[in-house]
Structures are given as C-alpha cells and as structure tokens.
C-alpha cells in the first residue's frame, strides 16, 4: 500500500475523531436541530480498511457535507452557537480535503498498476 495513503488514512482517522467531539458540541448547542451524522469509524490505515470500510466513511462524509449545506446558520444562534458551526464546518472541510486526497492517490495507484498505458500504446 502507499505511504501516502497510510498516511492520508491516518489524518482522516484523526480528524474523524476531532469530528466526534465537534458533532456533539454542535447537537448540544443546536438541541432543536437533528444532530449532525455520523461518520464511521476506520479501525487503521491498512489497505484492508481501504477497501472493506473507506467507501462507507466517504458516504457518510457526503451525508455531512449535505447536513451544514441544508441547513444554514441562524440569524438568531448565539456565539457559543456559531462557534461550534464553525468548528464542524472546518472539520468537515478538513476530512473533505483528506477524501479528495485519498480518492487522488487511489486513482494515481490504479494509473500505474495497469502499466499507466494509454490507447495506442503497444
């Protein structure tokens, strides 16, 4: 597996778990609100997670995004309010930019383990 991956897996798995602590901050604040999804657990940065439990993290981030996107800030929230919203819009910005990252990687991974041949090359 590439390092990059592990790697990217494990900044995912970090900024996951700081996304639990900010979707609770958030659903206490915002009690009148669905608390925002959850997104699942990776167990490790191995390529076996990869495979069997990214594609459900990835939805699930997609489930998140869609959230903070249908419901948008309150005029009335008060700071406390606004500053938990901020902190899980950056998280999710944050797991967002480490998906897209991966999803790179995967793809540059597939380009080069099929030879990287283009059409019409021997």
């Known amino acids: 597996m590439d390092v990059r991956l592990v ?3 494990g900044s995912f798995i970090a900024a996951r778990s700081e996304y639990v ?5 958030f659903a206490t604040l915002h009690a009148d609100r669905p608390a925002p999804p959850t997104i699942d657990r990776l167990p490790d940065a191995s390529e076996r ?12 981030l997609a489930a998140a995004r869609l959230y903070l996107a249908e419901r ?11 500053a938990a919203r901020e902190r899980l819009e950056r998280i ?15 793809t540059v991974e597939e380009r080069e383990g099929s030879g990287g041949e283009s059409e019409g090359s021997p």
Do not use: K, M, N
């Open 92 to 106: 999710v910005r944050e797991l967002d930019g480490y998906a897209r990252a991966i999803l790179w990687v995967q």
């Open 72 to 82: 948008p800030r309150a005029r009335d929230e008060t700071a406390p309010q606004r």
């Open 49 to 60: 997670t990869l495979r069997e439990r990214w594609p459900f993290a990835a939805s699930d």
């Open 21 to 25: 602590l900010a979707r609770l901050e």
């Open 7 to 9: 790697q990217l897996l």
